[in-house]
């Protein structure tokens, strides 16, 4: 019982105790995204749909040639968005060939 009680009330406390970590990095993604602008002069540099089990969010990476640094935010479709990586040393990936298609008209 001692043992049962005990797993119990550490399983809440890790809950308890991880949910503020990740709390703090989540802010409305206007915020997130001005700071990273004006912070460290970061710019949009790609991103894509990501599906989990129920919902879809927005994955982005925002990135500055000019400080090297990178960031990577999930964004909820309500408009919360979490920092889930940072980085230095960013560097530009070039293609080598020009994927086929379309041109478009100018």
């Not at 990740?22 to 970061?42: G, P, Q, T």
């Not at 990178?70 to 994927?99: K, R, S, Y």
Request: with cysteine; net charge negative; aromatic share 8%.
């Amino acid at each position: 019982m001692y043992k049962h009680l005990l797993g119990t009330g550490l399983s809440f406390g890790l809950i308890a105790a991880s949910m503020p970590a990740y709390a703090a990095n989540c802010a409305k993604r206007e915020m997130v995204v001005e700071r990273l602008k004006s912070h460290y002069s970061e710019s949009f540099a790609g991103g894509g749909l990501q599906a989990s089990q129920s919902t879809q969010s927005v994955v982005e990476v925002w990135a500055s040639e000019k400080t090297g640094t990178f960031t990577v935010i999930l964004t909820t479709p309500e408009g919360l968005a979490c920092i889930v990586a940072t980085g230095t040393d960013w560097h530009q990936a070039h293609l080598l060939n020009e994927p086929e298609g379309t041109e478009s008209l100018k």
